[in-house]
Nanobody, 125 residues
C-alpha cells in the first residue's frame, strides 16, 4: 500500500532554514502530483507547495520566495527547502500524494488520498 514518511522537522530560530523530506513507497510517485500541507494549532490545514509529474511547481503566497519544493524520482523522495523561517511557519507539516491525475496539482491535493504522519516545525522569535 502507499506509504509516505516525512522527516526533517525541528526547532529553529526565526531566519533559519530546514529541509523536509518525504519518502514514498507502494506506488510510482514520479507519475503523479505530490505536495506539502501544514496545520498549526487551532487552524485549518493549508496547502504550502506542490509539484506535478512534469516538475511544475506551485506555492502558497505566504511562502513564495522562501520555500522550494522539489523531488528526486530516483529516490521516490519529495523535499521542501524552507528558508527565512518565521514564527508563523510553526506547524505540523504533512506530505500529500495521490495516484489520480489532477488537472490542477495544488488544489487537487486538498482531497488527496494519501498523507504522511507529519513532522513538526517550530520557529521561535
Amino acid at each position: 500500500q502507499v506509504q509516505l514518511v516525512e522527516s526533517g522537522g525541528g526547532s529553529v530560530q526565526a531566519g533559519g532554514s530546514l529541509r523536509l523530506s518525504c519518502v514514498a513507497s507502494g506506488y510510482t510517485p514520479s507519475r503523479y502530483c505530490m505536495g506539502w500541507w501544514r496545520q498549526a494549532p487551532g487552524k485549518a490545514r493549508e496547502g504550502v507547495a506542490a509539484i506535478d509529474s512534469d516538475g511544475s511547481t506551485s506555492y502558497a503566497d505566504s511562502v513564495k520566495g522562501r520555500f522550494t519544493v522539489s523531488r528526486d524520482n530516483a529516490k521516490n523522495t519529495l523535499y521542501l527547502q524552507m528558508n527565512s523561517l518565521n514564527p508563523e511557519d510553526t506547524a505540523m507539516y504533512f506530505c500529500a500524494a495521490d495516484t489520480r491525475p489532477f488537472t490542477q496539482c495544488f488544489g487537487g491535493l486538498l482531497g488527496a488520498h494519501y498523507w504522511g504522519q507529519g513532522t513538526q516545525v517550530t520557529v521561535s522569535s
